[in-house]
């Protein structure tokens, strides 16, 4: 029995390795940043660099970042690294101010090391990526992975496999039982390449012509998916199911497991564990920042408000936020009424509901800046899908399909949305279908990185727009 892919034998200790080499690499670090600033050593640095280790293993194994990379992108892996150093830089910086109070991380030394280090374990990282790819390109470690069902969703695997020529993943053919797949019936305008049957399968398996196995027919299938399953556990090979999900519209899918009984979800938001401490991070050290930059522009704002009309400076209205639930979001008063009913008004050109300062606020985003209080108090997010009025929800909620989706994270002050023009008035119902199609998009695509391009973009296209009344 011939196997290509002999590294596979040895995961466990590859693992270990990798785990080893990250540790060095803080370690060896360190030490040569002493060295070459020439500092001298303290008894306190060793146990910071050794609770750095343990810190980053750790958050390295909730990111699974150890796991097998193959067919994956690079930026994933290397989110990975980098989150879990990130993390590990907080955890330290946070005991040391709450509880040693040793002001060590002022040292130009802590410093250094602190940037330099995600720097080496990212170079490390992809280097080992090359040389894997290299040595897959050339057949070494390779996976020969065959499908089952000639199907349009096997389709799409196959031309994934063929697109990722570095992962080691050798497509050696479609096996399906059904005739009206066999001869030379072309797939998506492709020739296909049929093997055999099942029965064809199970003996390529077992004589280790095919490694890996993935089965796409189709999930009303169960009874032939069950017996082809069974007949695999004689083989050594590995066995995935491949659902058809795009048949949903999946946001934020993942596995979860009850008792064994494993269930993918279909709708969930992207903020659970790490993530929604990473974004509530986020959002309270970018909401300091902020208003702390803002707050003399937020008094010149407020004292025009007072020279220019009656009434108070703040408006309080209720949105829905997180879950559903009612929130009291702020802005400044831009209108000389504060409508907050069942049945509000949208503004539009020309309102004269609007103060003639109002107006330019409105037309800038000025009036949304106390919105960084609502950010950092919990009820908002810096960047989310924009929170509508009560009444607005419930008219659209009727005539969106997935429009209440948008409620899975909380509300933000701007959005993907806002910086690809769905921003202002949504006079027709195609307008705020796009705002919602933004929306879901940034729950179902989510990262720090993304946010923060939302935010860097939404200072030369968010504030100031010609839809915005």
Known sequence: MKRQGKIRQYDTKINAIARLADSAIIFLTFVSIVDILAVDWMPLYLPVVLIAMVLFNFFAESQDAYRSWRGTGIRAEISAVLFSWVMTVVSLILADWLVFETDIYYATLMQTWLVVVPIQLIAWHAVVRVMLSYFR????????????????????????????????????????????????????????????????????????AVDTVYITISMSAEKRIKTLTEKLADSTASVYFVPDLFTFNLLNSRWVDYQGITAVSIYETPFAGLDSLLKRIEDIVLSIIILTLITPIMLIIAFAIKLTSPGPVLFKQTRYGADGDEIKVWKFRSMTTQDNGEHIQQATKGDPRITPFGAFMRKTSLDELPQFFNALSGSMSIVGPRPHAVAHNEEYREKIQGYMLRHKVKPGITGLAQINGFRGETDTLDKMEGRVHYDLKYIQTWSIGLDLKIIFLTIFKGFVNKNAY
């Open 137 to 208: 390109s050339k057949g070494h470690n390779s996976r020969q992975v065959a499908i089952v069902g000639a199907t349009p969703l096997g389709n799409r695997l196959r031309q994934a496999f063929q697109d990722m020529d570095w992962s080691g993943l050798k497509f050696v053919g479609y096996y399906d039982d059904r005739a009206d797949v066999s001869g030379d019936r072309r797939l998506d305008g492709e020739g296909v390449n049929i093997v055999g049957g099942t029965e064809q399968l199970i003996s390529d398996c077992k004589s280790g």
